[in-house]
């Protein structure tokens, strides 16, 4: 596959320069990561990078942040002492990329979390970048989607009122909806451990709730649905990037259904880079690559991208780079920086049909 560097075949000894691989052992993003960047090693092999000025070898050093802030603050303490890292990738989760972020950009070592969509990661903090939307730039798409495409009349949301990410997704999505539709989205909680929805489904369908927005992670949206089919209700489901539609396991699927996500290898096989990316990832792992190993592709790739762009390859040449970046042509579509961590880039909207995933919508620019 093309790197879109600008590389050459390496026979005398060159200066080798090191990336930090940041991930959590034994957490499946965090194992994702890590083969991606081992796809990323395969494809350069013995080939060298080669900036305006000079050229390099690029290697990888893994390591594993563990479970807490502190371990993770301590991994990449020793990571920097060990080693004379050039960059960072990852970690994976805002939790864990927060803590590590602050310290990274005091340190001024330019860093790309593939998946962390909190605000918080990036903000005022020059180094750090990330490789996927902001959690608002997604509520503020379904919205648009839901407004411009489904119109319905009643909607309402069902979420896990502790968890941040699910209680933050449907606040911006009803902050823009109410603002832009000029309709009331009801909110309904529940509490982790709850097992039971029938209530809640028998008091929305009372109130002829068209549209129902699950922003929930994978195991209890599954729940949901599956009692919610049960009910009979009708309603049109929307979900968000918490859900994994391949571990969706439902009973039966007459509701329509849909949900926003940054990538999905099946649809994007008449993608030539998406389609070689899969391809060679299952030839390596033998199994098919998660949307976290994409967007993970796509970060280590962005990153050494921005080092062969660089003048001099040091850490503020590089940052410098990748800031001006524009229409990057990744697996998981363009990437954008424009002065900012946060990239601008689409957000496709899915539909399960028939068991086949289809693409419903695109949409680019939020703000607009």
């Given at each position: 596959m093309s790197l879109l560097l600008l590389l050459i075949a390496c026979t005398e000894p060159v200066p080798t320069q090191k990336i930090g691989i940041l991930y959590k052992a034994g957490y499946p993003p965090g194992e994702s990561l890590v083969r991606a960047a081992k796809l990323v090693e395969r494809q350069l092999k013995s080939e060298r990078v080669k900036t305006k000025n000079a050229a390099y070898?690029?290697?990888?050093?893994?390591?594993?942040?563990?479970?807490?802030?502190?371990?993770?603050?301590?991994?990449?303490?020793?990571?920097?002492?060990?080693?004379?890292?050039?960059a960072l990738v990852g970690p994976t989760s805002s939790q864990l990329a927060i803590p590590i972020a602050e310290v990274a950009n005091n340190m001024r070592i330019p860093m790309i979390s593939p998946t962390s969509t909190h605000p918080a990661t990036t903000l005022n903090k020059p180094y750090i970048f990330r490789g996927a939307f902001l959690d608002e730039a997604q509520a503020i798409a379904l919205s648009k989607f839901v407004g411009i495409e489904i119109k319905p009349n009643r909607i309402a949301a069902l979420f896990d009122?502790?968890?941040?990410?699910?209680?933050?997704?449907?606040?911006?999505?009803?902050?823009?909806?109410?603002?832009?539709?000029?309709?009331?989205?009801?909110?309904?909680?529940?509490?982790?451990g709850e097992t039971s929805f029938k209530s809640h489904f028998a008091e929305l369908e009372a109130q002829k709730v068209e549209l129902l927005l699950l922003p929930n992670f994978t195991s209890d949206a599954e729940l949901q649905i599956?009692?919610?089919?049960?009910?009979?209700?009708?309603?049109?489901?929307?979900?968000s990037d918490s859900w994994w539609p391949a571990k969706l396991k439902l009973k039966r699927l007459e509701n329509k259904m849909y949900?926003?996500?940054?990538?999905?290898?099946?649809?994007?096989?008449?993608?030539?880079?998406?389609?070689?990316?899969?391809?060679?990832?299952?030839?390596?792992?033998?199994?098919?690559?998660?949307?976290?190993?994409?967007?993970?592709?796509d970060a280590i790739n962005l990153l050494i991208h921005a080092m062969a762009l660089s003048n001099?390859?040091?850490?503020?040449?590089?940052?410098?780079?990748?800031?001006?970046?524009?229409?990057?042509?990744?697996?998981t579509g363009g990437f954008s920086f424009n002065q900012s961590g946060d990239p601008e880039k689409a957000i496709y909207i899915f539909e399960i049909k028939n068991q086949k995933i289809i693409l419903k919508s695109e949409i680019i620019n939020v703000r607009q």
């Open positions: 070898r690029i290697q990888f050093v893994f390591q594993d942040v563990g479970l807490t802030q502190e371990t993770a603050l301590a991994a990449l303490y020793s990571l920097v002492k060990k080693h004379q890292i050039k009122v502790t968890n941040s990410y699910s209680k933050g997704l449907v606040e911006d999505f009803k902050r823009h909806y109410e603002a832009n539709y000029q309709k009331t989205v009801k909110l309904m909680t529940y509490l982790p599956n009692q919610l089919i049960e009910a009979n209700w009708s309603v049109t489901l929307l979900g949900y926003s996500h940054h990538w999905d290898n099946i649809f994007f096989e008449n993608n030539q880079a998406s389609k070689t990316f899969s391809a060679e990832y299952f030839d390596l792992f033998r199994q098919q690559p998660s949307i976290v190993a994409a967007l993970s592709f001099q390859n040091q850490e503020n040449d590089i940052r410098s780079s990748l800031v001006s970046i524009k229409n990057y042509n990744g697996v």
